[in-house]
C-alpha cells in the first residue's frame, strides 16, 4: 500500500474518532472505516500517528473531559459517560495517567480564562511525551523553551 493511501485511511479512521469519541468505538469497525485487517490497522495507525488507535481515543476523551470538567456543574460521574467511558474508575485512573492529576483536581483550577479556544486547547493539550508532574520528567513546555 503506497505511504499516502495509507496515510489516508488512517485519516479516515481518526476522524471518525475525533467526531464519534463517546460512542462504542472498537478495534474492527475502526479498520472497516480504514479498508484494512484490524492487526494491520493497529499497526499503521501507529506508524502514522505514533500511538496506538486505543491510546489515541482514550486522550482524545481526556481532552474533551478537561475542557467539560472546567465549564459547568455536572458530576465527574456524568462527564465520565458523557465522554465516551463506562466505568468512573477507568476514566479517573486514564484522566489521571494523561493529565497528572485527578479529574477533581483539575475541577478544582476553575473556570478556563476568557481567551480563544484554539489557544486554551493547545496549551492544555495533554501529550503522549509528556508526563505526570512530580516524578523529575520535563514536559513539553521546558522542552519547546528550552529550560530543563
Known sequence: MAEEDRNRRMLRARDLMDRAYAEPLDIPALAIVAHVSAAHFIRSFRAVFGETPHRYLQRRRVERAMFLLRQGDRSVTEIC???????????????????????????????????????TMRWARPSEHSQPAGNGAVSDKQLREGST
Do not use: K
Open 81 to 119: 459517560f458523557e465522554v465516551g467511558f463506562s466505568s468512573l474508575g477507568t476514566f479517573s485512573r486514564t484522566f489521571t495517567a494523561v493529565v497528572g492529576q485527578s479529574p477533581s483536581a483539575y475541577r478544582g483550577r476553575g473556570p478556563l480564562p476568557p481567551v480563544p479556544s484554539c489557544f
